[in-house]
């Protein structure tokens, strides 16, 4: 078995599992999270590292879902404010700034909520999404009953005239109407979510001067799925499960399947298969935990005191 020095073997027959106190977890936390003093975001080249290193973050933190966030990475483990002058929402320029740039995926992915995504993770979500590589595969999901008539009709729509912005979108799909202002963006989160389209910038259009531009995401990004392609279910469940733990320090299948919209039992097998390699540590209240855990956190150097 490959690893590091100090890894817990698999238990085995008659072995306790390792237990995690909920500090050391925290103390992981903080630094893989980015919330504690010294280690936050102040630029957006270190907002791409931090993407890039943990593979996918939520934008905003999400109740009930541990996972980093772009926002506390930046203003620390605290609730998002009302005011709209708190100086952690440089993070909603720096994401207006990236959309257009392709240097990472953004969009509503991961429970149908903000994600950001690096570029060398993306290929894993699309092997794993009903995606062909085809621009009008949105049919075939379409006529499994897995997209809505909405969803089909903007995919035609953003097929035929390329990049649009929102409020032309729902004009062209004839889902301006104020009625069907919930139907159009139940759509727009389904097709987000299967990786059919991703907004590409902004536009200064409606009420706001505010409106996502969107377009097809092969067509914004065409070396996803020849890298995708190449990744059988397996590999990709692995390392999506591997980049999740390695954020987050320990989870449940139950808690991987329901970020990812698995089955909990394919998370379940996909987190063995990771335990079987020594990847993961199945700890006694059930959870599975990364090896990284196991490792010492980094010192930090102390303070030199004046002397008065």
Request: aromatic share 10%; net charge positive; no cysteine.
């Amino acid at each position: 078995m490959r690893g590091g020095h100090g890894r817990l073997p698999p238990s085995t027959d008659g072995d306790p599992m390792p237990r995690l106190r909920a500090s050391q977890l925290r103390a992981y936390r903080a630094r893989t999270f980015r919330t504690a003093p010294g280690l936050r975001l102040t630029s957006l080249r270190q907002a791409e590292r931090f993407v890039q290193a943990r593979g996918f973050v939520h934008f905003w933190p999400i109740d009930g879902v541990d996972l980093p966030s772009l926002w506390q990475a930046v203003a620390g483990a605290r609730p998002v404010p009302s005011e709209h002058d708190d100086p952690a929402h440089v993070t909603w320029r720096w994401k207006d700034y990236m959309l257009d740039k392709r240097r990472w995926y953004y969009g509503k992915l991961l429970r149908g909520r903000s994600t950001m995504v690096s570029l060398q993770t993306l290929p894993a979500f699309y092997a794993l999404s009903e995606r062909l590589g085809d621009l009008d595969d949105y049919e075939l999901s379409y006529d499994l009953g897995h997209l809505s008539r909405e969803a089909r009709l903007i995919g035609e729509t953003l097929r035929a005239s390329g990049p649009t912005h929102t409020i032309e979108l729902r004009r062209k799909t004839r889902l301006d109407d104020p009625r069907a202002k919930g139907r159009f963006e139940k759509a727009m989160i389904q097709l987000q979510k299967g990786l059919w389209v991703l907004p590409i910038g902004v536009a200064e259009a409606g009420s706001w001067r505010y409106a996502f531009i969107f377009e097809l995401l092969d067509r914004w990004l065409p070396e996803v799925f020849p890298r995708a392609r190449v990744l059988s279910r397996e590999e990709a469940g692995r390392e999506l499960i591997a980049r999740l733990l390695s954020g987050v320090g320990a989870t449940t299948s139950i808690q991987a399947a329901r970020l990812f919209g698995w089955k909990s039992a394919w998370a379940e097998h996909v987190l063995q298969e990771l335990g079987q390699a020594g990847k993961v540590i199945q700890l006694e209240d059930g959870r599975w935990m990364t090896e990284h855990l196991l490792q010492p956190a980094p010192r930090r150097q102390p303070v030199a005191r004046r002397r008065g």
